[in-house]
């Protein structure tokens, strides 16, 4: 029971991590390697100031959420000057720059020691220990966040960022304000993986660089594409699909340095399957060569 | 002592290795226009197979080189057919996925078989430093140098004096052209991203000397090698070579010397490739060595 309560934990972490990104990558088209990012700033700022200055979770979600929303504004920025692949290693860079912060700003992030002992929030008079109230809590802001980017899905908003995505010049002949849509999303999105981040940080309690490297943007980024990118609800199966996918490597008898790489194997392998069947359909080809 | 000449040197060296490496990131943009995130992977598994044949199955040194040539090769044909040709055509977003994930694959597989930690190829006496003046040199330093000048000066003249190099250079200038007087796409294709691989590949091994190999060597050599190619400029190979040689100066400047009194700390090192490619795509996104000519 133990085991599906963190499961279920898990799963709705990158339902909000997964959908948020959804917002700029599916919607936006924007191919934006900076999420995981994002959710790493989210993470270590409710580790920092819930450790190093005890504050309580209703005020370390929020400026979890807020700071990583403010980075997005450094993206939206590299995001106005770069378009397609350019935008790709801009984001890349970006995301690099953060993690070589983490890790060798030590005097604050204690680099790849990592911060240990994040504690659990406590609100309301709940004991957040016992994981099956911390899965209601997660749970709770699960409903938040699909309740507020499915009215963006559904919104104008939404049609404008897709019509950017699909021909920036017509939109802007339409009046689309390229530059504001692009911000807006990246702004909702990172609020959302601001989020996802804090709710990681205090269910693990104990974060590093390591858990926010490349291989976990590829896994988003799986999600996304498997799910089919601008999809709310192939997006949300994919992401329980995928969480739980190599959880029966669990019970074969494998040593645990081999489980993460097989791990990270079936998720490429998944990917890239993916892309080789709905090629032509996946992205609306936007290339005149 | 006066600190300069071995900064000067040091960056010499780094230069080498990522020159090596980013030729081939740079060559096959030009000429496929796509941003292959595997180029550092296809390094790193050059450099273990290569300590696979050399140390772990004893073969000597140029039966170890041969193989592990004939595998880059091979790993070249199987990667570009299965994980971008298919691909190349469609919306530039495919081949970005499909690279991320090739990346992936190659990171697992090595982990799995060899381990994450770190291996290293011992170079015995090669590694001994030798002191010419104040400059402190090892011979394999000298041979990276060395090697760098000559394959880079052998690429030159293939691609500057030869039919193949004309070819190469007719179809990243005009695709259309060159492919209606006969040059074949993915002919080319294939010989360019072999020599990219097989460049990277004895860059790995490169490293393996001279300092040592991990699975996660190959995304910090793919961003390195990006920010090369961004310096001088996607697809130009020259701006490349000169941004990698620019890019060594950098790392190894920044850190070594004092802004007056304070010296920024060395794990920063890696981090200056990323900012650079920050600044220099948002201030120059054509690179420093190209006229703007991409629309975007």
């Known amino acids: 029971m133990e085991y599906l309560i963190h499961l279920a934990i898990l799963v709705g972490i990158y339902l909000i991590l997964a959908q948020s990104f959804n917002v700029t990558f599916g919607l936006g088209g924007l191919f934006n390697l900076a999420h995981v990012a994002v959710y790493a700033i989210g993470a270590y700022t409710t580790a920092l100031l819930s450790t190093e200055y005890s504050y309580g979770p209703l005020f370390c979600i929020p400026a979890s959420m807020l700071l990583s929303a403010l980075f997005a504004l450094l993206i939206g920025a590299i995001s106005l000057k770069l378009s397609h692949d350019y935008f790709a290693i801009g984001s890349l860079a970006f995301s690099a720059v953060v993690t070589a912060v983490l890790i060798n700003w030590k005097s604050l992030t204690r680099g790849v020691l990592g911060i240990p002992g994040i504690p659990r929030p406590d609100f309301l008079g709940v004991d957040y220990y016992d994981n099956a109230n911390f899965l209601l809590l997660v749970g709770v802001l699960v409903v938040v966040t699909y309740v507020v980017l499915w009215l963006v899905f559904q919104s104008s908003f939404s049609r404008r960022l897709r019509a950017q995505a699909e021909h920036p010049h017509a939109a802007q002949s339409l009046g689309i304000d390229i530059k504001r849509v692009r911000n807006e999303s990246f702004m909702i999105s990172s609020l959302f993986a601001g989020l996802a981040g804090s709710l990681f940080a205090y269910y693990i309690n104990y974060i590093d660089p390591s858990s926010f490297g490349l291989h976990e943007m590829v896994f988003v980024l799986s999600i996304a594409i498997v799910g089919r990118p601008g999809s709310f609800w192939g997006v949300t199966f994919a992401a329980v699909f995928l969480v739980l996918l190599p959880e029966p490597l669990r019970f074969i008898e494998i040593s645990p340095a081999v489980l993460g790489p097989m791990r990270q194997l079936l998720y490429a392998l998944i990917l890239f399957a993916v892309v080789w069947w709905k090629r032509e359909t996946l992205f609306p080809s936007q290339r005149v060569v | ?296």
């Not at chain 2, 499909?98 to 291996?119: D, P, Q, R, Y």
């Open chain 2, 1 to 296: 002592m006066d600190i300069l000449p071995q900064l000067l040197v040091n960056a010499l060296i780094s230069g080498s290795i990522y020159a090596l490496a980013s030729s081939g990131l740079s060559l096959t943009y030009g000429l496929l226009r796509i941003l292959n995130f595997a180029h550092g992977h296809l390094m790193m598994v050059g450099a273990y197979f290569f300590f696979l044949v050399s140390v772990q199955l004893g073969f000597g040194l140029v039966a170890s080189g041969l193989l592990t040539a004939l595998f880059a090769f091979v790993l070249a044909a199987l990667t570009l057919r299965v994980f971008i040709l298919p691909f190349s055509r469609l919306s530039f977003m495919l081949t970005l996925v499909t690279t991320l994930a090739l990346s992936n694959i190659l990171e697992a597989l090595v982990s799995m078989i060899f381990g994450v930690n770190v291996k290293s190829l011992s170079a015995g006496a090669a590694a001994q430093s030798i002191a010419i003046y104040d400059v402190y040199i090892t011979p394999i330093q000298m041979l990276i140098i060395g090697s760098a000048l000559v394959l880079l000066g052998g690429l030159a003249y293939l691609i500057h004096h030869t039919a193949l190099g004309r070819r190469i250079r007719a179809l990243s200038e005009n695709p259309h052209a060159a492919e209606s007087l006969g040059v074949s796409r993915s002919v080319m294709s294939y010989i360019v991203y072999a020599i990219g691989t097989l460049l990277a590949a004895y860059a790995g091994i490169l490293v393996g000397y001279e300092t040592n190999m991990q699975p996660t060597m190959g995304s910090a050599y793919t961003i390195k090698a990006f920010a090369a190619m961004i310096l001088g400029g996607l697809g130009n190979i020259w701006g490349t070579i000169a941004g990698s040689f620019i890019l060594g100066l950098v790392e190894n400047l920044s850190i070594g010397l004092d802004f007056g009194g304070y010296s920024i700390p060395a794990g920063y090192k890696d981090a200056f490739a990323f900012v650079i490619i920050l600044v220099v795509l948002l201030f120059r996104p054509q690179g420093l060595f190209t006229a703007r000519r991409r629309e975007t």
